[in-house]
C-alpha cells in the first residue's frame, strides 16, 4: 500500500518559492506520482505528475529522486490564490483506487 | 471541453432519510468514481465504476451504493442517513488509457462536489 507522507501544514510569503516534500517509502515500480490542490468546498484540480527525475509545466515542477521514495512539489513565485490544500498521490488509479490513497494534504498559507 | 457536473451542489436531509447524487463525467471518459470527504477523515475512496461495472470499492457500509448508466452517467445513493454522513461528496472521471511509462497514470478529473448536511 503506497501510502505518503506529507507535512500537514506550511506557511509563505507572496513571491516565494515553495517546497512541499512527500515520501512514499513503498513506492511499486510501476507507481506514477501525482499532485493535486483543492480549494475549499471545490474538487481537487491535477497540478503535476511525474515517473522519475525532474518534470516542469506552467504552474510548478516536480522533483523525482532517483529511489523514488520521495517527491517535492515546487511552486514557483507563490501568491494569495496558491492557499490550498495539496495532495501527494502515489499509484494507478485506473487499476487499484482502493490503493490510491489522498492522505490529509499539506495545507499551505500564502500570506502577504 | 465541459468538466464533471455534479448535481445538487447542496442539499439538506434528515436522519434516516435517503439521498442520490449525480455525476456526469467528461465526455469520452468511462470510469468514474466517487469519494467522501470530511474534516475528520480527509477524502476517502468510495467506489469506482466502469462499463456500468463496479471494479472498486472502498470501506463504506452497504448503505453507500452506486450504479453507473450506459452514457457513463453515475449516481451514488446513501440510504438511512447518519449525521456522520455529512460530507462533500466528490465524483471524478478518467479516461481510458493504457498503462505505460510512456501514457503515464490516468489522471482523475474531479467535479465540484455535492455538499450534504444531515440534520
Known amino acids: 500500500l503506497a501510502k505518503t507522507t506529507q507535512p500537514i501544514s506550511m506557511d509563505s510569503y507572496e513571491g516565494q518559492e515553495v517546497n512541499i516534500t512527500c515520501s512514499h517509502n513503498?513506492?511499486?515500480?510501476?507507481?506514477?506520482i501525482t499532485w493535486y490542490q483543492q480549494f475549499p468546498s471545490q474538487g481537487p484540480r491535477f497540478i503535476i505528475q511525474?515517473?522519475?527525475t525532474k518534470v516542469t509545466n506552467e504552474v510548478a515542477s516536480l522533483f523525482i529522486p532517483a529511489d523514488r521514495k520521495s517527491s517535492t512539489l515546487s511552486l514557483p513565485r507563490v501568491s494569495l490564490s496558491d492557499t490550498a490544500v495539496y495532495y501527494c498521490?502515489?499509484?494507478?488509479?485506473?487499476?487499484?483506487?482502493?490503493?490510491?490513497?489522498f492522505g490529509s494534504g499539506t495545507k499551505l498559507n500564502v500570506k502577504p | 471541453k465541459a468538466g464533471v457536473t455534479q448535481t445538487p451542489r447542496y442539499l439538506i436531509k434528515t436522519r434516516g432519510q435517503q439521498v442520490t447524487l449525480s455525476c456526469s463525467p467528461i465526455?469520452?471518459?468511462?470510469?468514474v468514481s466517487w469519494y467522501q470527504q470530511t474534516p475528520g477523515q480527509g477524502l476517502q475512496f468510495l467506489f469506482e465504476?466502469?462499463?456500468?461495472?463496479?471494479?472498486n470499492k472502498g470501506n463504506f457500509p452497504g448503505r453507500f451504493s452506486g450504479r453507473q448508466f450506459s452514457n457513463s452517467r453515475s449516481e451514488m445513493n446513501v440510504s438511512t442517513l447518519e449525521l456522520g454522513d455529512s460530507a462533500l461528496y466528490l465524483c471524478?472521471?478518467?479516461?481510458?488509457?493504457?498503462?505505460?511509462?510512456?501514457?503515464?497514470?490516468?489522471?482523475?478529473?474531479f467535479g465540484a462536489g455535492s455538499r450534504l448536511t444531515v440534520l
Open positions: 471524478a472521471s478518467s479516461p481510458v488509457g493504457g498503462r505505460s511509462a510512456a501514457s503515464g497514470a490516468n489522471v482523475l478529473t
Open positions: 513503498n513506492i511499486a515500480t510501476n507507481d506514477y
Open positions: 465526455s469520452g471518459h468511462r470510469s
Open positions: 498521490l502515489v499509484g494507478e488509479p485506473l487499476y487499484n483506487f482502493n490503493k490510491f490513497y
Open positions: 511525474g515517473y522519475k
Open positions: 465504476y466502469f462499463s456500468e461495472t463496479q471494479r
